[in-house]
């Protein structure tokens, strides 16, 4: 069996429609993994991946340029954002490879040359790839996450903040990552141990 679908045959049911043949937004180097399942959250939803042809709790709004990936400007040129972790960590393809981009930095990191090798890659490290530890112990002490919804600490992580589920707090997905955005912009060009003072306006 194919890492594709050991690791869509742990998630659950379909969050879309099954892909249709003429669907020209989706990119080529992820309708392998579309076609095994359109969407899921999977490893007590520390991993979410988003369908395709839907605009509800799915990625197709986490995906819309005007809800926030134009405040990141040229650092998601030509990305298309297909899943995210516990934390609402993205990952991403720039139709040549899957990445791992991280919106408090906007750094983004190489992690596979396709889905095939991203889901082996999942599968062989969940911890690290996912997050599932830490959802997994906030869920025991706080109940199921909602849908739509990620782990934040209560100090970014760029700012010093752990992975400590006793520190996490449940966001909207939309806007923990609205807020990243904004955090972004006002740290990108400091010095390492620089001092801020952050506004937050989400």
């Known amino acids: 069996m194919s890492a594709l679908a050991r690791l869509a045959a742990a998630g659950s049911a379909p969050l879309g429609a099954p ?7 989706i990119p080529e180097i992820l309708r392998p993994l579309a076609r095994v399942k359109n969407g899921f959250y999977a490893f007590e939803s520390a991993l979410h991946v988003y369908p395709w042809g839907e605009t509800g709790e799915g990625g197709a709004s986490l995906r819309d340029r005007e809800l926030w990936r134009r405040e990141y400007g040229d650092e998601v040129a030509g ?5 995210e972790d516990a934390f609402g960590f993205q990952f ?3 139709g040549e490879a899957i990445l791992f981009f991280d919106p408090e930095t906007a750094e983004r990191e190489h992690m ?3 889905v095939e090798e991203w889901a082996a890659a999942v599968l062989d490290d969940v911890a690290t790839h ?3 530890p830490v959802m997994h112990e906030w869920q025991a002490r706080n109940g ?3 849908p739509g919804h990620r782990l934040a600490p209560a100090i970014p992580f760029v700012l010093g903040g752990g992975y400590d589920a006793r520190e996490m707090r449940m966001a909207e997905s939309i ?3 609205r807020f990243r955005a ?12 620089a001092r801020i003072r952050l506004r937050v306006e989400w």
């Open 79 to 83: 990305l298309t954002f297909f899943a």
């Open 130 to 132: 996912t997050g599932f």
């Open 175 to 177: 806007h923990l990552m």
């Open 112 to 114: 596979a040359a396709d």
């Open 19 to 25: 892909l249709r043949a003429d669907d020209r937004d």
């Open 182 to 193: 904004d955090l972004y912009r006002q740290i990108k060009g400091l010095p390492d141990g």
């Open 92 to 94: 991403a393809t720039d």
């Open 144 to 146: 199921t996450i909602s």
